[in-house]
Nanobody, 131 residues
Framework: QVQLVESGGGLVQSGGSLKLSCAAS???????????VGWFRQAPGKDHEGVAC????????YYPDSVKGQFRVSRDNAKNTVYLEIFSLKPEDTGVYYCAGDHFYTDRDMCTRPYNGMDYRGKGTPVTVSS
């Protein structure tokens, strides 16, 4: 059952920026403010890769070295939404971006765990970066 809904993906030129959003679905049993949230990217033909994870309070965040300085995760718990901003997009950023929620794992622990092991997941939003 889909619990989270991602939006904001699309086709963008290299060098551009995007802001993705993650919110709980209308039928969800949870609200985003009650879970740690992570963004995972699945490039064509590859496994899911954790690219940004944020704690439930928003007090701590984690990025792998591959995206540090390019990605920024934030959350607005009043709006029950978590955001992922991607700057200076490159063709290799192309993929489907998923958000996931988990009651226990956060930050680096969350981003380095298998996406399919998260408590809550979405269907993803595709991002295509043209050169």
């Amino acid at each position: 059952q889909v619990q989270l809904v991602e939006s904001g993906g699309g086709l963008v030129q290299s060098g551009g920026s995007l802001k993705l959003s993650c919110a709980a679905s209308e039928s969800s049993k949870i609200t985003v403010d009650r879970v740690h949230v992570g963004w995972f990217r699945q490039a064509p033909g590859k496994d899911h890769e954790g690219v940004a994870c944020i704690s439930k309070s928003g007090g701590t965040v984690y990025y792998p070295d591959s995206v540090k300085g390019q990605f920024r995760v934030s959350r607005d718990n009043a709006k029950n939404t978590v955001y992922l901003e991607i700057f200076s997009l490159k063709p290799e950023d192309t993929g489907v971006y998923y958000c996931a929620g988990d009651h226990f794992y956060t930050d680096r622990d969350m981003c380095t765990r298998p996406y399919n092991g998260m408590d809550y997941r979405g269907k993803g939003t595709p991002v295509t970066v043209s050169s």
